[in-house]
Protein backbone atom coordinates (compact mmCIF):
# COMPACT_ATOMS: atom_id res chain seq x y z
CA UNK A 1 0.00 0.00 0.00
CA UNK A 2 1.21 3.79 -0.88
CA UNK A 3 0.69 5.86 1.87
CA UNK A 4 1.29 9.62 2.30
CA UNK A 5 1.80 11.24 5.37
CA UNK A 6 1.82 14.97 5.70
CA UNK A 7 3.24 16.03 8.64
CA UNK A 8 6.40 14.70 10.46
CA UNK A 9 5.17 15.67 14.18
CA UNK A 10 4.50 13.07 16.64
CA UNK A 11 1.38 11.79 15.45
CA UNK A 12 2.71 11.85 11.81
CA UNK A 13 6.28 9.83 12.98
CA UNK A 14 3.79 7.26 15.08
CA UNK A 15 1.90 6.59 11.74
CA UNK A 16 4.64 6.47 9.66
CA UNK A 17 6.47 4.41 11.47
CA UNK A 18 3.44 1.84 12.29
CA UNK A 19 3.13 1.96 8.16
CA UNK A 20 6.61 1.55 7.27
CA UNK A 21 7.22 -1.08 9.28
CA UNK A 22 4.14 -3.71 8.45
CA UNK A 23 6.33 -2.94 4.62
CA UNK A 24 3.85 -0.41 2.96
CA UNK A 25 5.44 1.90 1.01
CA UNK A 26 5.72 5.38 2.80
CA UNK A 27 6.15 8.99 1.97
CA UNK A 28 6.64 11.78 4.42
CA UNK A 29 5.95 15.00 3.76
CA UNK A 30 7.29 18.27 6.00
CA UNK A 31 8.21 21.50 5.56
CA UNK A 32 10.59 21.11 8.58
CA UNK A 33 14.16 20.42 7.88
CA UNK A 34 14.98 18.84 11.20
CA UNK A 35 11.83 16.69 11.51
CA UNK A 36 12.34 15.53 7.87
CA UNK A 37 15.92 14.51 9.42
CA UNK A 38 14.57 12.99 12.08
CA UNK A 39 12.27 10.94 10.42
CA UNK A 40 15.17 9.63 7.76
CA UNK A 41 17.63 8.67 10.69
CA UNK A 42 14.56 6.45 12.14
CA UNK A 43 12.44 5.18 9.58
CA UNK A 44 12.55 3.74 5.93
CA UNK A 45 10.46 6.03 4.63
CA UNK A 46 10.46 8.41 1.18
CA UNK A 47 11.38 12.06 2.76
CA UNK A 48 9.84 15.17 1.01
CA UNK A 49 10.73 18.33 2.47
CA UNK A 50 8.00 20.85 1.56
CA UNK A 51 4.46 22.43 2.21
CA UNK A 52 2.14 19.50 1.68
CA UNK A 53 -0.72 21.78 0.51
CA UNK A 54 1.20 22.62 -3.02
CA UNK A 55 0.21 20.51 -6.31
CA UNK A 56 4.44 20.39 -7.14
CA UNK A 57 5.11 18.89 -3.52
CA UNK A 58 2.20 16.40 -3.76
CA UNK A 59 3.30 15.51 -7.35
CA UNK A 60 7.20 14.76 -6.23
CA UNK A 61 5.76 12.90 -3.66
CA UNK A 62 3.79 10.42 -5.78
CA UNK A 63 0.32 11.38 -5.19
CA UNK A 64 -1.22 10.26 -8.47
CA UNK A 65 -0.45 6.63 -7.48
CA UNK A 66 -1.07 6.97 -3.51
CA UNK A 67 -3.94 4.50 -1.55
CA UNK A 68 -4.47 6.65 1.17
CA UNK A 69 -2.89 10.67 2.42
CA UNK A 70 -2.93 11.51 5.31
CA UNK A 71 -2.62 15.13 6.46
CA UNK A 72 -1.51 15.70 9.98
CA UNK A 73 0.23 18.81 10.07
CA UNK A 74 -0.12 21.19 13.15
CA UNK A 75 -2.43 23.37 11.28
CA UNK A 76 -5.55 22.61 10.59
CA UNK A 77 -6.43 24.97 7.07
CA UNK A 78 -3.25 22.93 5.94
CA UNK A 79 -4.55 19.36 6.54
CA UNK A 80 -8.14 20.64 5.18
CA UNK A 81 -6.32 22.07 1.94
CA UNK A 82 -3.91 19.11 1.33
CA UNK A 83 -6.94 16.74 1.50
CA UNK A 84 -8.76 19.08 -1.43
CA UNK A 85 -5.57 19.21 -3.70
CA UNK A 86 -5.02 15.15 -2.98
CA UNK A 87 -8.79 14.26 -4.15
CA UNK A 88 -9.46 17.01 -6.89
CA UNK A 89 -5.94 16.91 -8.92
CA UNK A 90 -4.58 13.51 -8.00
CA UNK A 91 -7.87 11.75 -7.18
CA UNK A 92 -6.34 9.83 -4.19
CA UNK A 93 -8.53 6.94 -3.54
CA UNK A 94 -8.88 8.17 0.46
CA UNK A 95 -7.98 11.49 2.25
CA UNK A 96 -7.76 11.46 6.35
CA UNK A 97 -7.15 14.84 8.08
CA UNK A 98 -6.56 15.80 11.43
CA UNK A 99 -8.73 18.71 12.58
CA UNK A 100 -9.03 20.29 16.07
CA UNK A 101 -10.54 23.59 16.21
CA UNK A 102 -14.18 22.59 17.20
CA UNK A 103 -15.34 25.59 15.12
CA UNK A 104 -15.34 23.51 12.12
CA UNK A 105 -16.62 20.77 13.70
CA UNK A 106 -19.70 21.83 14.70
CA UNK A 107 -22.87 19.95 13.20
CA UNK A 108 -24.27 22.81 11.82
CA UNK A 109 -21.38 23.03 9.06
CA UNK A 110 -21.59 19.18 8.44
CA UNK A 111 -21.45 20.18 4.84
CA UNK A 112 -18.18 21.59 4.77
CA UNK A 113 -16.34 18.30 4.33
CA UNK A 114 -18.77 17.02 1.33
CA UNK A 115 -17.30 15.70 -1.98
CA UNK A 116 -18.63 18.96 -3.55
CA UNK A 117 -17.16 21.57 -0.69
CA UNK A 118 -13.70 20.45 0.89
CA UNK A 119 -13.49 16.19 -0.03
CA UNK A 120 -12.02 14.71 3.14
CA UNK A 121 -13.08 10.68 3.48
CA UNK A 122 -12.46 11.20 7.48
CA UNK A 123 -11.92 13.49 10.01
CA UNK A 124 -9.98 12.94 12.91
CA UNK A 125 -10.68 15.06 16.01
CA UNK A 126 -7.79 14.24 18.52
CA UNK A 127 -9.90 16.22 21.69
CA UNK A 128 -12.76 14.33 20.87
CA UNK A 129 -10.68 10.93 20.82
CA UNK A 130 -8.64 11.54 23.75
CA UNK A 131 -11.39 12.95 25.55
CA UNK A 132 -13.44 10.14 25.24
CA UNK A 133 -10.34 7.71 26.27
CA UNK A 134 -10.24 9.68 29.09
CA UNK A 135 -14.08 8.87 30.11
CA UNK A 136 -13.86 5.01 29.53
CA UNK A 137 -10.91 4.79 31.68
CA UNK A 138 -13.38 6.89 34.34
CA UNK A 139 -15.69 3.98 33.91
CA UNK A 140 -13.56 1.22 34.45
CA UNK A 141 -11.36 1.77 37.54
CA UNK A 142 -8.71 -0.92 37.55
CA UNK A 143 -8.14 -1.12 34.36
CA UNK A 144 -4.78 0.91 32.94
CA UNK A 145 -6.00 0.38 29.25
CA UNK A 146 -9.31 -0.03 27.60
CA UNK A 147 -11.48 -0.60 24.59
CA UNK A 148 -14.26 -1.38 22.87
CA UNK A 149 -14.94 -4.11 19.95
CA UNK A 150 -18.33 -5.27 18.41
CA UNK A 151 -20.69 -2.34 19.10
CA UNK A 152 -19.41 -2.22 22.76
CA UNK A 153 -19.95 -6.23 23.17
CA UNK A 154 -16.16 -6.91 23.85
CA UNK A 155 -13.63 -5.02 25.53
CA UNK A 156 -9.80 -4.94 25.94
CA UNK A 157 -8.90 -4.27 29.21
CA UNK A 158 -4.84 -3.52 30.26
CA UNK A 159 -4.58 -4.93 34.16
CA UNK A 160 -1.58 -4.54 36.49
CA UNK A 161 -0.61 -7.69 38.07
CA UNK A 162 0.17 -6.89 41.61
CA UNK A 163 1.73 -9.19 44.65
CA UNK A 164 -1.34 -9.96 45.56
CA UNK A 165 -3.44 -11.03 42.43
CA UNK A 166 -4.99 -14.17 42.88
CA UNK A 167 -4.19 -15.85 40.07
CA UNK A 168 -0.30 -15.25 40.15
CA UNK A 169 1.59 -17.89 39.37
CA UNK A 170 -1.22 -20.03 37.75
CA UNK A 171 -0.89 -21.91 34.24
CA UNK A 172 -3.34 -19.30 32.02
CA UNK A 173 -4.99 -23.10 30.81
CA UNK A 174 -6.15 -23.60 34.50
CA UNK A 175 -8.11 -20.22 34.27
CA UNK A 176 -10.98 -22.09 32.34
CA UNK A 177 -11.00 -25.32 35.53
CA UNK A 178 -11.17 -22.26 37.55
CA UNK A 179 -13.54 -20.00 36.41
CA UNK A 180 -15.28 -22.14 33.54
CA UNK A 181 -18.34 -19.46 32.86
CA UNK A 182 -15.36 -16.91 32.62
CA UNK A 183 -15.69 -15.07 29.30
CA UNK A 184 -12.54 -13.54 29.33
CA UNK A 185 -8.88 -14.24 27.63
CA UNK A 186 -5.16 -13.45 28.15
CA UNK A 187 -4.19 -12.57 24.70
CA UNK A 188 -1.08 -10.51 25.62
CA UNK A 189 1.70 -9.35 28.26
CA UNK A 190 4.30 -7.24 28.95
CA UNK A 191 7.02 -8.22 31.05
CA UNK A 192 10.24 -6.52 31.49
CA UNK A 193 9.19 -3.73 28.74
CA UNK A 194 8.77 -5.95 26.28
CA UNK A 195 5.42 -7.41 24.48
CA UNK A 196 4.35 -11.19 23.83
CA UNK A 197 1.66 -13.42 23.08
CA UNK A 198 1.08 -15.90 26.19
CA UNK A 199 1.32 -19.81 25.70
CA UNK A 200 -1.74 -21.20 27.15
CA UNK A 201 0.53 -22.64 29.74
CA UNK A 202 2.45 -19.61 30.76
CA UNK A 203 1.67 -17.87 34.21
CA UNK A 204 1.19 -14.42 35.00
CA UNK A 205 3.66 -13.07 37.50
CA UNK A 206 3.80 -9.68 39.76
CA UNK A 207 4.94 -6.97 37.80
CA UNK A 208 3.21 -7.98 34.87
CA UNK A 209 0.52 -6.29 32.24
CA UNK A 210 -2.02 -8.49 31.14
CA UNK A 211 -4.21 -7.43 27.62
CA UNK A 212 -7.67 -9.70 28.06
CA UNK A 213 -9.84 -9.28 25.89
CA UNK A 214 -13.35 -10.15 27.82
CA UNK A 215 -17.10 -10.10 27.32
CA UNK A 216 -18.31 -6.47 28.59
CA UNK A 217 -21.02 -8.24 30.85
CA UNK A 218 -17.99 -9.73 32.56
CA UNK A 219 -15.28 -6.75 32.43
CA UNK A 220 -15.72 -6.11 36.12
CA UNK A 221 -15.72 -9.80 37.31
CA UNK A 222 -12.52 -10.13 35.25
CA UNK A 223 -11.41 -7.16 37.05
CA UNK A 224 -11.58 -8.90 40.43
CA UNK A 225 -10.77 -11.86 39.64
CA UNK A 226 -7.26 -10.11 38.84
CA UNK A 227 -7.51 -8.45 42.12
CA UNK A 228 -8.77 -5.28 41.23
CA UNK A 229 -11.79 -4.12 42.87
CA UNK A 230 -11.57 -0.43 42.45
CA UNK A 231 -14.60 1.40 43.16
CA UNK A 232 -16.16 3.95 40.52
CA UNK A 233 -15.12 7.70 40.72
CA UNK A 234 -17.76 9.98 41.67
CA UNK A 235 -15.78 13.09 43.17
CA UNK A 236 -13.43 13.96 40.26
CA UNK A 237 -10.88 16.75 40.60
CA UNK A 238 -10.24 18.12 36.76
CA UNK A 239 -7.00 20.00 35.91
CA UNK A 240 -6.99 22.03 32.51
CA UNK A 241 -10.41 23.10 31.29
CA UNK A 242 -8.65 23.05 27.46
CA UNK A 243 -10.50 21.51 24.78
CA UNK A 244 -10.09 17.67 26.60
CA UNK A 245 -10.62 18.93 30.03
CA UNK A 246 -13.58 20.40 29.14
CA UNK A 247 -15.47 17.97 27.23
CA UNK A 248 -14.84 15.39 29.84
CA UNK A 249 -16.06 17.91 32.41
CA UNK A 250 -19.21 18.60 30.10
CA UNK A 251 -20.15 15.03 29.87
CA UNK A 252 -19.52 14.19 33.50
CA UNK A 253 -21.71 17.37 33.85
CA UNK A 254 -24.52 15.86 32.13
CA UNK A 255 -25.03 12.65 34.50
CA UNK A 256 -26.14 12.04 37.52
CA UNK A 257 -23.82 10.77 40.12
CA UNK A 258 -20.95 12.81 39.51
CA UNK A 259 -19.67 15.53 41.38
CA UNK A 260 -17.19 17.79 39.10
CA UNK A 261 -14.36 20.78 40.07
CA UNK A 262 -11.92 22.03 37.54
CA UNK A 263 -9.15 24.30 38.00
CA UNK A 264 -8.03 26.16 34.97
CA UNK A 265 -5.40 28.56 34.91
CA UNK A 266 -6.74 31.40 32.27
CA UNK A 267 -8.93 33.90 33.22
CA UNK A 268 -11.04 34.47 30.46
CA UNK A 269 -11.31 30.20 29.60
CA UNK A 270 -12.74 29.73 33.69
CA UNK A 271 -15.16 31.94 32.62
CA UNK A 272 -15.69 30.49 29.55
CA UNK A 273 -16.37 27.22 30.95
CA UNK A 274 -18.45 27.90 34.09
CA UNK A 275 -20.69 29.42 32.30
CA UNK A 276 -21.49 26.24 29.85
CA UNK A 277 -21.31 23.77 33.25
CA UNK A 278 -24.49 23.82 35.68
CA UNK A 279 -23.87 21.48 38.28
CA UNK A 280 -20.10 21.87 38.41
CA UNK A 281 -17.46 24.29 40.21
CA UNK A 282 -14.80 26.29 38.38
CA UNK A 283 -11.91 27.94 39.96
CA UNK A 284 -9.72 30.02 38.68
CA UNK A 285 -5.71 29.39 39.11
CA UNK A 286 -2.83 27.35 38.85
CA UNK A 287 -3.68 23.42 39.96
CA UNK A 288 0.17 23.73 41.40
CA UNK A 289 -1.03 25.56 44.42
CA UNK A 290 -1.88 23.87 47.80
CA UNK A 291 -4.32 26.40 48.54
CA UNK A 292 -6.55 25.95 45.34
CA UNK A 293 -6.37 22.56 45.59
CA UNK A 294 -7.46 22.81 49.10
CA UNK A 295 -10.46 24.74 47.45
CA UNK A 296 -11.49 21.97 45.45
CA UNK A 297 -11.89 19.18 48.21
CA UNK A 298 -8.54 17.45 46.77
CA UNK A 299 -8.77 15.52 50.21
CA UNK A 300 -12.10 14.13 49.81
CA UNK A 301 -12.13 13.71 46.33
CA UNK A 302 -12.05 10.06 44.60
CA UNK A 303 -10.07 10.95 41.68
CA UNK A 304 -8.11 13.58 40.11
CA UNK A 305 -7.36 14.33 35.98
CA UNK A 306 -4.31 16.17 34.91
CA UNK A 307 -5.58 17.59 31.77
CA UNK A 308 -3.96 20.27 30.31
CA UNK A 309 -1.69 21.04 27.76
CA UNK A 310 1.38 20.71 29.53
CA UNK A 311 3.15 17.19 30.60
CA UNK A 312 5.15 18.25 33.27
CA UNK A 313 2.02 20.12 35.26
CA UNK A 314 -0.03 17.56 34.74
CA UNK A 315 2.41 14.93 36.36
CA UNK A 316 3.00 17.36 39.11
CA UNK A 317 -0.41 18.60 39.90
CA UNK A 318 -1.52 14.63 39.81
CA UNK A 319 1.38 13.77 42.37
CA UNK A 320 0.39 16.63 44.15
CA UNK A 321 -3.17 15.95 44.72
CA UNK A 322 -2.28 12.26 45.27
CA UNK A 323 0.22 13.74 48.05
CA UNK A 324 -2.59 16.49 49.43
CA UNK A 325 -4.89 12.84 49.87
CA UNK A 326 -6.84 12.25 46.71
CA UNK A 327 -7.71 8.55 46.64
CA UNK A 328 -6.43 7.70 42.23
CA UNK A 329 -4.83 10.19 40.16
CA UNK A 330 -5.00 10.32 36.24
CA UNK A 331 -3.05 12.43 33.68
CA UNK A 332 -2.59 13.04 29.92
CA UNK A 333 1.19 13.01 28.99
CA UNK A 334 2.59 13.36 25.69
CA UNK A 335 6.65 12.32 26.32
CA UNK A 336 6.94 8.29 26.69
CA UNK A 337 9.64 9.49 29.51
CA UNK A 338 6.62 10.10 32.08
CA UNK A 339 4.90 7.00 31.13
CA UNK A 340 7.66 5.13 33.51
CA UNK A 341 5.77 6.65 36.38
CA UNK A 342 2.27 5.24 35.66
CA UNK A 343 2.03 2.58 38.91
CA UNK A 344 4.05 4.87 41.31
CA UNK A 345 3.00 7.56 43.61
CA UNK A 346 -0.62 6.28 43.37
CA UNK A 347 -0.56 7.49 40.06
CA UNK A 348 -2.89 4.76 38.39
CA UNK A 349 -2.81 5.75 34.84
CA UNK A 350 -1.18 7.98 32.32
CA UNK A 351 -2.94 8.53 28.69
CA UNK A 352 -1.19 9.39 25.87
CA UNK A 353 -2.99 11.99 23.39
CA UNK A 354 -0.20 10.71 20.69
CA UNK A 355 -0.83 7.14 20.75
CA UNK A 356 -4.90 7.68 20.78
CA UNK A 357 -5.08 10.03 17.88
CA UNK A 358 -2.23 6.82 16.16
CA UNK A 359 -5.05 4.35 16.80
CA UNK A 360 -7.66 6.22 15.96
CA UNK A 361 -6.01 6.93 12.29
CA UNK A 362 -4.88 3.49 11.91
CA UNK A 363 -8.38 1.96 12.12
CA UNK A 364 -9.03 4.15 9.18
CA UNK A 365 -6.03 2.85 7.28
CA UNK A 366 -6.32 -0.84 7.69
CA UNK A 367 -6.71 -3.05 4.38
CA UNK A 368 -9.98 -4.89 4.20
CA UNK A 369 -12.96 -5.30 6.56
CA UNK A 370 -10.81 -4.10 9.63
CA UNK A 371 -13.69 -2.34 11.68
CA UNK A 372 -11.48 -0.94 15.10
CA UNK A 373 -7.94 -0.24 15.68
CA UNK A 374 -6.30 -0.04 18.88
CA UNK A 375 -2.73 0.14 19.42
CA UNK A 376 -1.13 -0.88 22.57
CA UNK A 377 1.33 0.42 24.41
CA UNK A 378 4.25 2.10 22.59
CA UNK A 379 2.63 0.46 19.37
CA UNK A 380 4.53 -3.13 19.77
CA UNK A 381 1.49 -4.56 19.56
CA UNK A 382 -3.00 -4.07 17.76
CA UNK A 383 -5.92 -5.13 19.12
CA UNK A 384 -8.27 -5.24 15.94
CA UNK A 385 -11.62 -5.82 15.32
CA UNK A 386 -12.11 -7.55 11.71
CA UNK A 387 -14.71 -9.04 9.42
CA UNK A 388 -13.77 -12.71 7.71
CA UNK A 389 -14.86 -11.93 4.50
CA UNK A 390 -15.95 -14.91 1.87
CA UNK A 391 -12.76 -16.61 0.35
CA UNK A 392 -10.45 -15.69 3.60
CA UNK A 393 -8.17 -18.26 5.18
CA UNK A 394 -10.30 -18.42 8.05
CA UNK A 395 -13.62 -18.80 6.02
CA UNK A 396 -14.61 -22.14 7.25
CA UNK A 397 -11.63 -23.36 8.99
CA UNK A 398 -11.44 -24.37 12.09
CA UNK A 399 -9.65 -22.82 14.74
CA UNK A 400 -7.51 -25.32 15.50
CA UNK A 401 -6.73 -25.76 11.87
CA UNK A 402 -5.41 -22.33 11.43
CA UNK A 403 -2.28 -23.39 13.14
CA UNK A 404 -1.79 -19.35 13.95
CA UNK A 405 1.46 -17.59 14.79
CA UNK A 406 2.45 -17.04 18.11
CA UNK A 407 2.61 -13.24 17.31
CA UNK A 408 -1.42 -13.85 16.94
CA UNK A 409 -4.09 -14.39 19.29
CA UNK A 410 -7.99 -14.34 18.58
CA UNK A 411 -9.79 -13.01 21.51
CA UNK A 412 -13.57 -13.16 20.52
CA UNK A 413 -15.71 -13.72 18.21
CA UNK A 414 -19.04 -12.05 17.11
CA UNK A 415 -21.79 -13.77 14.85
CA UNK A 416 -25.26 -12.14 14.49
CA UNK A 417 -25.85 -11.12 18.01
CA UNK A 418 -23.76 -14.30 19.76
CA UNK A 419 -20.76 -13.63 21.19
CA UNK A 420 -18.75 -16.89 20.88
CA UNK A 421 -15.29 -17.74 23.05
CA UNK A 422 -12.72 -19.23 20.81
CA UNK A 423 -11.94 -23.18 21.47
CA UNK A 424 -10.02 -25.62 19.18
CA UNK A 425 -13.20 -26.97 17.39
CA UNK A 426 -14.90 -23.66 16.59
CA UNK A 427 -15.46 -23.18 12.93
CA UNK A 428 -15.20 -19.71 11.78
CA UNK A 429 -17.23 -18.35 9.06
CA UNK A 430 -17.60 -15.61 6.64
CA UNK A 431 -19.49 -12.78 8.34
CA UNK A 432 -17.69 -13.51 12.01
CA UNK A 433 -15.91 -10.29 13.07
CA UNK A 434 -13.13 -10.94 15.39
CA UNK A 435 -11.22 -9.62 18.27
CA UNK A 436 -7.46 -10.30 17.30
CA UNK A 437 -4.26 -9.01 19.49
CA UNK A 438 -1.48 -8.51 16.82
CA UNK A 439 1.96 -7.67 17.17
CA UNK A 440 3.16 -5.23 15.53
CA UNK A 441 5.64 -7.82 13.00
CA UNK A 442 2.43 -9.53 12.43
CA UNK A 443 0.12 -6.98 11.07
CA UNK A 444 0.40 -7.52 7.59
CA UNK A 445 -0.16 -11.86 8.44
CA UNK A 446 -3.53 -10.94 10.47
CA UNK A 447 -5.47 -8.99 7.41
CA UNK A 448 -4.29 -11.62 5.29
CA UNK A 449 -6.31 -14.22 7.67
CA UNK A 450 -9.53 -12.09 6.86
CA UNK A 451 -9.14 -10.59 3.96
CA UNK A 452 -10.44 -13.03 0.85
CA UNK A 453 -7.53 -14.52 -0.91
CA UNK A 454 -6.92 -12.72 -4.07
CA UNK A 455 -6.86 -15.39 -7.34
Given at each position: ?268 RAREVAESLSRSIVLQGSGLSPELLA ?161
Amino acid sequence: MKVIVCGAGQVGFGIARHLAGEGNEVTVVDRSAPLMQRITDTLDVRPILGHGGHPDVLEKAGAADADILIAVTASDEVNMVTCQVAKSLFGVRKTIARVRDRNYLMPRWKQLFADESIPIDVIISPETEVGDSVLRRLALPGAFDSASFCDGKVQMIGISIEDDCPIVDTPLNQLTGLFPDLQAIVVGVRRDGEIYVPDFDDMLQAGDEAYVVTASDDTDRTLKIFGHQEVEAHKILIIGGGNIGYQVARTLDRQAGYSVTLIEQNEDRAREVAESLSRSIVLQGSGLSPELLAEGNVRNSDLVLGLTNDDQVNVLTTMLSLQEGCRRGMCLVNDTSFLSITGQFGMEVAINPRAVTVSSILGHVRRGRVMRVHAVGDGSAEVLEAEIQEGAKMANSKLSDLNLPDSIRLGYVRRGKELLKPRGGLELRAGDHVVLFVLASAIEAAEKLVDAEKK
